[in-house]
């Protein structure tokens, strides 16, 4: 196979937050959206939050861009933040997608 044909644009993909903490917390599960492919040097980021010696400023501010809306969007732009466990859980389920 030619390497030419892995090559594609990214994909917007969903992910839903539905464990049973969330759920009671909010009501109901949390979807939100990534690109299926992530730039090298920032996917790299997110491998290394594993390593004591890992930037957790580069992994969260990497979080506040990869995680969308619907539309491609980051979620958390301007003065909008996401509250801490939703952001915890879905930098969990980013990494565990992404490292597949």
Same mark, same amino acid.
């Given at each position: #196979?030619?390497?030419t044909?892995?090559? &594609?644009k990214?994909q917007?993909?969903?992910?839903?937050?539905?464990?049973?903490?969330?759920?009671e %917390?909010?009501?109901? &599960?949390?979807d939100?959206h990534?690109?299926?492919r992530?730039?090298l040097?920032?996917?790299?980021?997110l491998a290394s939050?594993?390593?004591?010696?890992?930037?957790?400023?580069k992994?969260?501010?990497? #979080? %506040?861009?990869a995680?969308?809306?619907?539309?491609?969007e980051?979620?958390?732009k301007?003065?909008?933040?996401?509250?801490?466990?939703? #952001?915890?859980?879905? #930098?969990n389920?980013?990494?565990? %997608?992404?490292? %597949?």
């Amino acid at each position: #196979m030619n390497i030419t044909q892995l090559a &594609s644009k990214p994909q917007l993909i969903k992910l839903t937050l539905d464990d049973e903490d969330t759920i009671e %917390k909010y009501g109901e &599960s949390l979807d939100f959206h990534i690109w299926d492919r992530q730039p090298l040097e920032e996917f790299i980021q997110l491998a290394s939050m594993n390593r004591e010696d890992a930037d957790y400023g580069k992994v969260i501010n990497f #979080m %506040k861009t990869a995680i969308l809306d619907e539309k491609g969007e980051p979620v958390c732009k301007d003065d909008l933040t996401l509250p801490p466990d939703v #952001m915890f859980k879905a #930098m969990n389920q980013v990494v565990e %997608k992404l490292g %597949k």
